[in-house]
Every structure is written in structure tokens, then in C-alpha cells.
């Protein structure tokens, strides 16, 4: 049996909200009261795009191909990983085919920041912006990000061997 050339992956992540951090979402800079707390910049949709793009190239995670323990990626920018990622998979004859992702915060509002979060990610994975799909939702109030505690993401793709 032959293998498909066609393969879905799923990521998803969370980080807490503190505050006097930067609010980096999608690998835009977000105006807001808080941010999201880790090891990197802590863009938690981004994070969750390089988990499922991973996934799908069963390359393992994240925290495998960059520990949070490695001062290297201390405040790192997270469009970087996500560029290393693609270039990882890409050595591996993968290419991306489309990527869709939700992000799930009680506040901000994410809408107006939609369009640059597709256009940025799309340029970091060198795909064209109609292949990036970026959705942001809230969870009503309740559990953890809906007291706003932190922020979730879920992340879907395809990716195709060339
Ligand atoms: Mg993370």
C-alpha cells in the first residue's frame, strides 16, 4: 500500500495572561492591557500552527524542536519558529497547503486584526493568504479564557509531499 501524499495535522496550545507583557497574536502585535507569559514571545496561535504543522509531518512537537529550556528561544519571536518549521518540513518533501486557525480569547477583540494575522503567517509559511485561515472566538465567559485568564488556539492544515 502506498503512502498519501495528502496529511492533516492538529495543534493546539495555551498560555496565561499576566501583566507588563506583550500581546503577540498570530505574529501581530496586539494593543492591550496584557499578555501572554512563556519562554518565547509566547504566541500561543502560532505555536499552535507549528504543533499541528508538526503533527502532520509526524515530526513531534514544538517543545521537542525547541525547549523551553534552551536560552536560545528565550523572548524569541515566534514567526521565526514557525519559519523553521515550514523549513523543516520542506527537507522533509512536504509543502503547505492550507492552514486554519482558531484563536479563543474573552478580550481583545481579534476581528481587526485578522487580515495582518493571515498576511503575516502567510509570508512566514510562503503560501499565499487565501490558503490562511484565521478565526477568533471567545468561550461565553466561562472556564479559563473566558475569565480571562489566558488564551487558547487551535490549529488545522494540510500538507502535501511533493
Ligand atoms: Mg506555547
Redesign the pocket.
Known sequence: MGKCNFRVGFGY???KLVEDRELWLGGVLIPHTKG?L???D???AI??LCDALLGAAALRD??FHFP?TDPRYKGID?KKLLVEVVKLLKTHGYSVGNTDLTICAEQPKLNPHIPEMRQVLANCMDVDVDCVSVKATTSEKLGFTGRGEGMSAYATVLIVKE
Open positions: 496550545d495555551v498560555h501572554l512563556g519562554h518565547s509566547a504566541d500561543v505555536h499552535a514544538i517543545g523551553d515566534s
